[in-house]
């Protein structure tokens, strides 16, 4: 299946099939597409089908831009969904359909598993098919714990329906929902491989990576021996999951995990489940919208109370540190930091990142990138832009070069003076490679949704919480520790290790979409979605060595943001509730 990195005319193909079969048009076989009349006949044909299924099953916009929800992000961009729902002011009237509720992937999953057992077995053996089928019962649960999570009762479908059928629906409990899930993922489980050796397939759903979700689900359901048992599978043969460690002792393993070489190797065993993507056949541009100016757009930036979460290298936070200097606040910090997020003083790509100097002094040497630079004019007016135009193509010698300035007072650029690094630590790994041409508007690096880090902490928090804090416990924490450079835990009582791994699972996870998840099953929103969205401090950055001269306390509010318990759950779209009159809104938006 070429890595499930799919053509879009097969999965186009597969499409029109389906949504043929879904409109009862195809009484008549056609003579130029596919139809369950000449479909399922042959190997190939039940390859596509598995391949339909994959198509669009997650996106890499929901991984990077989700955690604009919470306290680890701010959107800029146009659309305003995320800010507007950040900040307590959505409203049954924001359109979130595009984004989570969306049931064609069920729909397409279902009708794979109505249909498969057409094909004989001496065509498609037994054992494969079995696997086919639990790797589409996988992603029908996957966009099950997706729906369940952000609309909480939703209606449970598992089988093909017309279109009248489909708008008589009624929603399913939650609870439901998620017995469900947790029975698919347990039942599909044994019928997956624990890994692909055949190169051409990797990418597609593992044993590893059901259990993953199960443990994921379990731990949000607070169904917490299970969980444990659950990560305990995954900890031991026949799977040899881990940290990923670089092949430079000198480097940070945990920065050098997302760049796309790394993510993309098969030898990468942290890695258990990613979306695909291949440039020019299967790629994705979100990349643009989150890169600094003038290669991207700056549309994600990072609020100030995401790098105070990160430790000092003496394993404290920054208020109970003494050593830590507030006029020099990025010194001596967990490496995760400045693997994360591009702050002030970083040397990033050419450059020593400034977002705080006046925009003064001369453009990089070479042609500009985009548009000169200008007095702030605020955000650009206009309709949501799904696909960015390019910025431009850079010097063709040179990859992308960046502007020694980056000025927080510059419409272009993060207000907060904090971007995200993840997956953009090094430009040119997008620059004319196999991942990227001259402009990040179409990249084709892969993009991880369940890696071991997160099962590591899963376990810790099962147990912390299920009131078992043995030697286990602080290994799976420490294994994260060490990696990020921050001293071993020991000891600690039940309220003690609970905030800590609460607080290693919002640094060692940020900007992976699942910040917002975490705050509404701790109950956390009350307390870290009132607070507003604050710059960085005030000061100078020399552009020569990147040292500072801040002035301390000086960080300016950027957006102020009030909680409502309507941040707890999305309101179901209007359009369901018009096609549907059995949908019942949730009650926070009636």
Do not use: H
């Amino acid at each position: 299946m070429n890595k499930l990195r799919y053509s879009l005319s097969v999965a186009m193909a597969i499409m029109v099939l389906i949504i043929g079969c879904k409109k009862n048009i195809l009484d008549n076989a056609p003579q130029d597409v596919y139809s369950d009349k000449t479909f399922w006949t042959t190997k190939k044909d039940v390859m596509a089908a598995i391949t339909g299924c994959y198509y669009n099953w997650e996106n890499a916009n929901n991984i990077l831009l989700n955690d604009c929800f919470t306290d680890n992000g701010y959107y800029t961009g146009f659309g305003g969904m995320y800010e507007v729902f950040a900040s307590g002011n959505t409203s049954a009237s924001v359109n979130f359909t595009p984004v989570f509720y969306e049931y064609n992937t069920i729909y397409t999953c279902n009708w794979f598993l109505e249909n498969v057992d057409k094909v004989n077995s001496d065509i498609v053996d037994n054992s494969l098919k079995a696997g086919l089928k639990g790797e589409a019962r996988f992603i029908r649960a996957y966009r099950y714990f997706i729906l369940s999570q952000f609309y909480r009762d939703v209606p449970l479908i598992t089988a093909t329906q017309t279109v009248a059928q489909a708008r008589v629906n009624k929603q399913a409990p939650k609870a439901e929902i998620t017995d469900f899930i947790l029975s698919e993922l347990a039942a599909i489980a044994p019928d997956l491989p624990v890994a692909y050796t055949n190169g051409a397939d990797i990418g597609r759903v593992t044993r590893g990576a059901a259990l993953a979700l199960k443990a994921r689900v379990e731990l949000f359901n607070k169904k917490y021996t299970d969980c444990i048992a659950t990560c305990k599978q995954l900890m031991a043969a026949p799977f040899n999951y881990s940290l990923f460690t670089s092949f430079d002792p000198d480097a940070n393993a945990y920065e050098e995990l997302f760049r796309p070489g790394n993510v993309n190797q098969q030898l990468n065993r942290e890695n258990i489940l990613d979306i695909q993507y291949k440039l020019n056949q299967n790629d994705k541009n979100i990349l643009q919208t989150m890169a600094i100016f003038p290669v991207g757009l700056s549309w994600v930036c990072v609020p100030q109370s995401l790098v105070d979460a990160y430790e000092t290298v003496n394993g404290l936070t920054i208020n109970n540190d003494s050593d830590y200097d507030p006029a020099q606040p990025y010194e001596n910090r967990d490496k995760r930091l400045d693997a994360s997020i591009i702050r002030p003083g970083l040397q990033y790509n050419g450059i020593y990142f400034d977002p705080i100097t006046p925009a003064f002094g001369p453009p990089p040497l070479g042609p500009p990138m985009g548009p000169p630079m200008g007095p702030p004019m605020g955000p650009p007016m206009g309709p949501p832009i799904l696909d960015p135009p390019p910025m431009g193509p850079p010097p063709a010698t040179t990859g992308y070069t960046l502007f020694p300035s980056n000025d927080k007072a510059n419409f272009q650029n993060s207000p907060t003076g904090y971007n995200p690094k993840k997956y953009l630590s090094v430009l040119n790994d997008y620059y004319n490679s196999a991942y990227g041409m001259q402009s990040l508007d179409k990249t084709g690096g892969n993009v991880m949704v369940i890696r071991y880090a997160e099962v590591l902490l899963t376990y810790a928090e099962a147990q912390i919480e299920g009131g078992t804090i043995d030697a286990s416990v602080y290994d799976a924490i420490n294994q994260l520790r060490s990696r990020a450079g921050l001293p071993n835990v020991t000891s600690g009582s039940q309220a003690a290790m609970r905030e800590l791994v609460r607080r290693e699972r919002r640094v060692e996870l940020a900007g992976e979409g699942l910040r917002w998840f975490d705050i509404v099953r701790w109950g956390i929103g009350s307390t870290v979605m009132n607070a507003p969205v604050m710059a960085c401090p005030e000061g100078t950055v020399n552009r020569e060595n990147g040292e500072l001269s801040l002035q301390v306390g000086s960080n300016a509010v950027v957006a102020p943001r009030s909680y409502t318990p309507k941040y707890n759950v999305f309101p179901i779209p209007a359009v369901e509730l018009q096609q549907n009159r059995n949908i019942i809104q949730n009650v926070e938006y009636r």
